[in-house]
T-cell receptor
Framework: GQQLNQSPQSMFIQEGEDVSMNCTSS?????WLWYKQDPGEGPVLLIA?????ELTSNGRLTAQFGITRKDSFLNISASIPSDVGIYFC????????????FGKGTKLSVKP | KAGVTQTPRYLIKTRGQQVTLSCSPI?????VSWYQQTPGQGLQFLFE???????NKGNFPGRFSGRQFSNSRSEMNVSTLELGDSALYLC??????????????FGNGTRLTVT
């Protein structure tokens, strides 16, 4: 079945740093989505991308839909402590209602 | 607008029992999807319902089933529970207007523990 490779698996951030993560796939997706999940809660939608090459921002977050339709990245600028959590990318094939293929997640933690 | 509501939040069952989980979508959303989240497998798609019909199904055994009511609320049922069914079960809804993809909005899940 389809798989998404999300990297890095984990990273440590210091307040004020920029953060970057990405997802790649062997399949062509119609939609790319980025979610954040905090402990004990469900994933919260951050950004949705619908067109190849699309670059979309949501506050300090910026995500892009890769031109090949097989990849996407998420950048977080000037990170703050509340950015910690697990970030998931998800891809959706055309016509596959409700069926998102998720990456394994990138865990953001604060540098000790 | 209220978000996706799932009940109960926590559930403990023993092997062989069956369980029913409930989901109320965002008002106006007619598509409801269910996912299983485990540390090993991550988030995996179970099934999707729209207008009381199952439109899409993931690769799970027949012990996992669901239904949707006329008010778009949905339930999922797991029969003959196994230890490996312990997971966070997430429900998501979308507006799915005009047949185009629309993003899924998730609830906070039901944490099922099978002993």
């Amino acid at each position: 079945g389809q798989q998404l490779n999300q990297s890095p698996q984990s990273m440590f951030i210091q307040e004020g740093e920029d953060v970057s993560m990405n997802c790649t796939s062997s399949s062509i997706f119609n939609t790319w989505l980025w979610y954040k999940q905090d402990p004990g809660e469900g994933p919260v939608l951050l950004i949705a991308l619908y067109k190849a090459g699309e670059l979309t921002s949501n506050g300090r977050l910026t995500a892009q839909f890769g031109i090949t339709r097989k990849d996407s990245f998420l950048n977080i600028s000037a990170s703050i402590p509340s950015d910690v959590g697990i970030y998931f990318c998800a891809g959706q094939l055309r016509g596959s209602q409700g069926n998102l293929i998720f990456g394994k997640g990138t865990k953001l933690s604060v540098k000790p | 607008k209220a978000g996706v509501t799932q009940t109960p939040r926590y559930l403990i069952k023993t092997r062989g029992q069956q369980v029913t989980l409930s989901c109320s979508p965002i008002s106006g959303h007619r598509s409801v999807s269910w996912y299983q989240q485990t540390p090993g497998q991550g988030l995996q798609f179970l099934f999707e319902y729209f207008s009381e019909t199952q439109r899409n199904k993931g690769n799970f055994p027949g012990r996992f089933s669901g239904r949707q009511f006329s008010n778009s609320r949905s339930e999922m049922n797991v029969s003959t529970l196994e230890l490996g069914d312990s997971a966070l079960y997430l429900c998501a809804s979308s507006s799915n207007r005009g047949g185009s993809n629309s993003p899924l909005h998730f609830g906070n899940g039901t944490r099922l523990t099978v002993t």
